[in-house]
């Protein structure tokens, strides 16, 4: 019965993360999705909480000690063998920081004074701080290569086939792209989100979870870059040229910089690891569509945030609500409640 309380937590868990991603549907505001894609993957911490308050509370009773040996091992196994992969991703996460810091700071070189000038007036216009305008660095390397990573002060790293390859308002786009991600702070987002799938990488939900949050941060991007440079299709010719080299060019090949592999390595996670080709083709044609991307007065965008709170607070007061009756159901027949005759005979003995 203590096995049973830890499995039906988890079911309980991966059955409410499917009905929160249902939920979806009803939100086209980048920020509420995201939102409530975050407490999807955030979700299992409660049932990994209720498993190592479990042990906490079953310490020492007789109910527990005189569970059968193969409940007892499991009841014991479960929740550790939790907390020790949760460990162990956060561990892992914490790798692939300190190698991308160590990487792009060797690899990189200060860009000269007209492209950061061109990239902090593209911040001014998102309503980027001065504390949060990126430098912009410049990696030698035969691929296209943009990212955005920095937990404090954040970096813009552009290889420089994108600056052989694009044109003035390609370039411009992809740098209002990259700063779009700093303005939602998606290195430190993605970063927890991988973290959270790979603690409880044995759920369902967390990999669906995890793949829409990846996929629709760039969509989001997109839209604040044509938000900022009002030229879509600047951004869809320079995602075309992108697409063209992936399409050409080998999985691996000469990067240019010793450096250039570990970057991608170790950012390769948190950008996507799915087809690339595919997905750039969906952006472009997205791009290209009839409307424009990220429509919508601010009214209507609030109005959106609070109906991803609303949907998000009760699927979490829900699911509480659940995994406490659960708790409650299994503990009866256990004998392990204060009340129950097992603990008042334990307390006379």
């Known amino acids: 019965m203590h096995t049973l309380l830890g499995v039906s937590s988890l079911v309980l868990v ?10 979806l549907r009803r939100l086209t ?39 059968p040996p193969w409940d007892y091992t499991l009841g014991v196994a479960l929740p550790l063998a939790m907390s020790l992969v949760a460990l162990g991703a956060l561990g892992l996460g914490l790798v ?35 504390a949060l305008r990126p430098r912009v660095l410049l990696c030698t390397c ?22 052989e390859r694009l044109d003035r308002r390609e370039l411009e786009a992809v740098l209002a ?14 970063w927890l989100a991988l973290v959270l799938r790979d603690a409880f ?24 870059a044509v938000g900022a440079t009002r030229r879509p299709l600047a951004l869809a010719s320079a995602l075309t040229k992108v697409w063209q080299h992936a399409l050409g060019a080998p999985a691996f090949g000469p990067a240019g910089t010793p450096g250039i592999a570990g970057i991608v ?18 952006r472009v044609v997205r791009l290209l569509g009839p409307t424009e991307p990220g429509a919508g007065t601010h009214h209507q965008h609030q109005h959106r945030r609070l109906v991803a709170f609303g949907i998000g607070g009760s699927s979490l007061m829900a699911l509480l609500a659940l995994e ?21 005979l334990g307390r006379l003995l």
Request: hydrophobic share 50%; net charge neutral; proline share 4%.
């Open 29 to 67: 505001h980048w920020s509420g999705r995201r939102e409530l894609q975050l407490l999807v993957l955030a979700a299992p911490i409660i049932s990994l909480g209720l498993g190592l308050g479990g042990l906490h509370h079953f310490a020492g009773r007789i109910c527990f000690i005189g569970a």
């Open 142 to 163: 035969r691929r296209p290569l943009a990212l955005t990573f920095g937990l404090g002060r954040p970096i813009v790293l552009i290889s420089t086939w994108m600056l």
């Open 201 to 224: 990488f044995y759920l369902p939900t967390s990999w669906a979870a995890y793949r829409q949050l990846q996929s629709e941060k760039e969509l989001a991007c997109d839209d604040l």
């Open 265 to 282: 390595a170790a950012v390769e996670p948190l950008v996507g690891d799915g087809d690339v080709s595919q997905a750039i083709e969906a």
């Open 324 to 344: 406490a009756a659960n708790a409650a159901v299994m503990l009866a027949p256990m004998g392990c409640g204060p009340g129950s005759p097992l603990a008042l």
């Open 177 to 190: 792209h990259e700063l779009g991600h700093v303005a939602q702070r998606d290195w430190l987002v993605m």
């Open 96 to 130: 692939r920081l300190a190698l991308l810091h160590r990487v792009v700071s060797r690899a990189g070189t200060f860009a000269d004074q007209e492209l950061q000038a061109r990239a902090d007036r593209l911040a001014e216009q998102l309503g980027l701080g001065r």
């Open 14 to 23: 991966v059955l409410g993360g499917f009905l929160a991603l249902a939920a």
